[in-house]
């Protein structure tokens, strides 16, 4: 049961990054939550990858 809620726990700031992303970052930067299935994968991680990608080309966009 631990590993369940750990995973749905997840799942929530997983959420929380991407609505902070997509208020913030220009629109079309991160992928749909559907479009992360596809490109990425169904788990955790594969959700992280994409808001990472998105964080690291913003920040990179800044600095130029």
Not at 17 to 27: D, G, L, S
Not at 40 to 47: A, K, L, Q, T
Request: glycine share 4%; net charge negative.
């Amino acid at each position: 049961m631990e590993v369940q809620q750990n995973i749905r726990s997840a799942w929530a700031a997983l959420k929380l990054v991407r609505m902070a992303i997509e208020q913030t970052c220009r629109p079309g930067l991160l992928p749909s939550e559907e479009a992360v299935l596809l490109l990425f994968g169904s788990e955790p991680v594969h959700e992280g990858e994409a808001l990472a990608k998105a964080i690291i080309e913003t920040v990179e966009r800044l600095a130029r």
